[in-house]
């Protein structure tokens, strides 16, 4: 069995077409001001150029954080289950991560928060962030900062996006889980030079830095890739082309591309695998002109490791034209087709 990374052990029985939009309150406002004040002004820092763009979802604080065009409508929803360093232990995966995985272990304590950054898993086009933070003080809403992760390599911004959960556990620790997507023209099959930086949104000039090196070697060689060729029509006549699907011990995704270059629809490939079971695969980003659809596992659990073929089906549905209540009015966008994966 394996986990999409995007759930994160979602025990929280959530109809995500009910989700509505999280409005404000006035505090907020003030942070998310404050942060992009800074985005559009700068720092002076060539490394404070961050840009919050949703939520809060369900039993758990869940962030979707970008830098350049990740799809501000997608929200991660995430219940981290327990006090766990572990990734595979937080994601809930049965597979054996530890050859693809680096542990970290180290700490930086700064204005009365220490982060920990426990471990890291290299994946085709990102890096997974096992991490903890520990308060001086009991949190309260009123210290409880709003904190996202930022990578670079050779001293260079690499991050397109960053999504995942994050659960408090006990008075002052919190216990959280990312998934950085990184620009496309690295190679993270090689060993590299990594900074991780996680950057507090309530107070930009605060920071925790952490250099360490890795790999993704071990898991691009034990990444089945398919290519895809594949297309269906949208209903404003936009074509998508379904390129390729890749299959590891993360999870599954499938990529496509656009005959316009733009992504204005939410997608879902709905089906079921030759085991019988359902499968979805649900829009997690669009950037640069690339998007990418990750298994879901809300309704239907982890893909079967017995499964060999997939029979899907693609639906779409119009993201609003101005925020407010995500459509669930999905309508079916062309005929079932196969995929042969194993």
């Known amino acids: 069995m ?7 052990l979602n025990d929280v029985k959530t109809d995500m077409g009910n989700y509505k939009i999280k409005e404000t309150n006035d ?30 979802c369900a039993a758990a604080v869940v962030l979707a954080v970008g830098v350049g065009s990740a799809p501000l409508h997608y929200v991660v929803q995430a219940a981290v289950k327990s006090i766990s360093y572990d990734i595979a232990s937080i994601l809930g995966i049965k597979k054996n991560l530890e050859p693809y995985k680096t542990v970290v272990g180290k700490s930086v304590t700064a204005n009365g928060i220490t982060v920990t950054l426990n471990e890291v898993i290299l994946n085709e ?18 210290n409880k900062s709003i904190i996202g992760v930022h990578v670079y390599i050779n001293g260079k911004s690499v991050s397109d996006g960053a999504s995942g959960g994050e659960k408090q556990e006990g008075d002052r620790t919190i216990v959280s889980i990312s998934e950085c997507d990184i620009s496309k023209d690295v190679d993270l099959s090689q060993t590299l030079d990594f900074e991780i930086q996680f950057v507090d949104y309530d107070n930009m000039g605060k920071t925790w830095d952490f250099e360490f090196s890795s790999s993704g070697e071990e898991l691009a060689q034990s990444t089945n890739t398919v290519e895809l060729d594949e297309t269906f029509t949208l209903e404003d006549g936009t074509e998508v082309y379904l390129n390729k699907m890749t299959d590891n011990a993360l999870g599954q995704k499938i990529y496509f591309s656009t005959s316009t270059g733009e992504c204005d629809y939410d997608l879902v490939l709905k089906g079921f695998d030759d085991c019988g079971n359902a499968v979805e695969f649900t829009l997690s980003r669009w950037s640069d002109g690339v998007g990418r659809l990750n298994i879901s596992t809300i309704q239907n659990g982890n893909l079967s490791d017995e499964a060999t073929e997939l029979y899907l089906t693609p639906y779409a549905v119009k993201f609003p034209e ?14 079932e087709f196969t995929i042969h994966f194993r």
């Not at 003030?30 to 809060?56: D, E, F, L, Q, S």
């Not at 086009?125 to 009123?142: A, L, M, P």
């Open 125 to 142: 086009d990102g890096i997974v962030v096992s991490s903890t933070r520990e308060y001086d003080e009991k949190i309260t809403d009123e």
């Open 27 to 56: 505090m907020e406002n003030k942070r998310w001001k404050k942060a992009a004040a800074k985005n559009i002004m700068g720092t002076g820092k060539k490394k404070k150029r961050w840009k919050p763009i949703a939520a809060v």
């Open 322 to 335: 101005q925020s407010g209540r995500l459509s669930n009015d999905f309508k079916q966008a062309g005929e």
């Open 2 to 8: 394996s986990s999409n990374i995007y759930e994160l």
